[in-house]
């Protein structure tokens, strides 16, 4: 019997958007970038560390839309995520399946219809440029997960999208990047330097040393098997990474609105439910966040 494949509707096809868009269509999946852009850029070029590669991604305005949308995938930076679902509204119900694709948490709470079911994707790949041009810097492993049971078409995408993994609860995995990005992705934007200060300074080390325990205390609270030590497994990707520039950083040396809000600010929202501090989180939300 032949597999009945997706047809995704894609909000950001920036980096991030594009790659997966490009696994997807490997797979024989179907996307189409929802754009407000009237005159987006359809043709993409994908250059690999081994190849180059064309893309031709079709693009709808919110106005050509009709009907109900099956499948939605998310990946615009998190400040603009209520922007970006702006371009579907009505065309979203609790049948549609969405895939989010971003860093930090929360960024949809409250912006889709009750019950819609949403698969969450975590990445440790890396890709940078500007649209119609992205650099896959590094493919690495990517989870899906978030419902119960995983999508019939994940076997058949494992096929062509490199090292794809399911994990059934996925918010340690989540959790793990969550604190890798809220530790080194403040401190290189704060301190405009590569990932590698964080194990060269030791005053930068010992900030990444206060923030890790900070959101070990808070993520036993959430959950008491969460396994903690968390300043060694970030060293780890400051040091593998060490000589990348941060997302944040990025954004902040182009005055750009960063995803703090998404990242640490999602850590101290969970405090303050739990009546838990974070005041080296705090400090730097504050220090990062424009007056
Ligand atoms: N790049 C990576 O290596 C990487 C790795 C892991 C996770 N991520 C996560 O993936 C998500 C997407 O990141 P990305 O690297 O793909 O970002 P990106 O290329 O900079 O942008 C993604 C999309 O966000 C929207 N956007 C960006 N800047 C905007 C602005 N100033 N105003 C309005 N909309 C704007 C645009 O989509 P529209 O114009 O369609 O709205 C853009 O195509 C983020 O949450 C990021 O943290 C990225």
Redesign the pocket.
């Known amino acids: 019997m032949t597999e009945s494949l997706p047809h995704w509707y894609l ?7 594009t790659l997966a868009a490009w696994y997807l269509t490997r797979a024989g999946h179907t996307v189409s970038v929802v ?1 407000d ?1 009237p005159a987006p850029p359809s043709h993409k070029q994908l250059i690999f560390a081994d190849r180059s590669a064309s893309l031709t991604l079709p693009c709808v305005s919110p106005a050509q839309l009709s009907g109900s949308i099956a499948h939605l995938l998310v ?4 400040p ?1 995520t209520e922007a ?1 679902l702006r371009r579907v509204d009505g065309h979203l119900n609790s049948t549609t399946q969405v895939l989010r ?4 948490m929360g960024a949809l709470d409250g912006l889709l219809p009750p019950g819609t079911p949403v698969l969450e994707a975590i ?1 440790t ?4 440029g500007q ?1 119609p041009q992205h650099t896959i810097v590094a493919e690495n492993t990517t989870w899906l997960g978030g419902t119960q049971q995983p999508p019939a078409w994940l076997a058949s995408l494992q096929r062509h999208w490199p090292d794809l993994h399911w994990e059934t609860d996925i918010r340690f995995v989540q959790w793990k990047k969550l604190v890798a990005n809220a530790v080194i992705n403040p401190l290189t934007a704060l301190h405009d330097v590569p990932n590698g200060a964080l194990v060269d300074d030791p005053a930068l080390q010992q900030a990444a040393r206060a923030l890790c325990a900070e959101a070990d205390t808070l993520l036993t609270a959430l959950d008491s098997r969460w396994p903690g030590h968390s300043f060694s497994a970030v060293l780890q990707v400051a040091r593998a990474t060490a000589g990348n520039t941060s ?1 944040m950083r990025a954004d902040r040396q182009r005055g ?1 609105t960063t ?1 703090i809000e998404a990242i640490n600010g999602w850590l101290l929202r969970q405090a303050q439910r739990h009546g838990l501090d974070l005041p080296t989180h705090r400090r730097l939300v504050k220090a990062l966040t424009p007056t």
């Open positions: 909000l950001g096809a920036g980096n991030m958007g754009t852009n990946a615009s930076k998190t603009y970006a694709f971003q860093n930090g990445t790949s890396a890709v940078k649209s997302s750009a995803e």
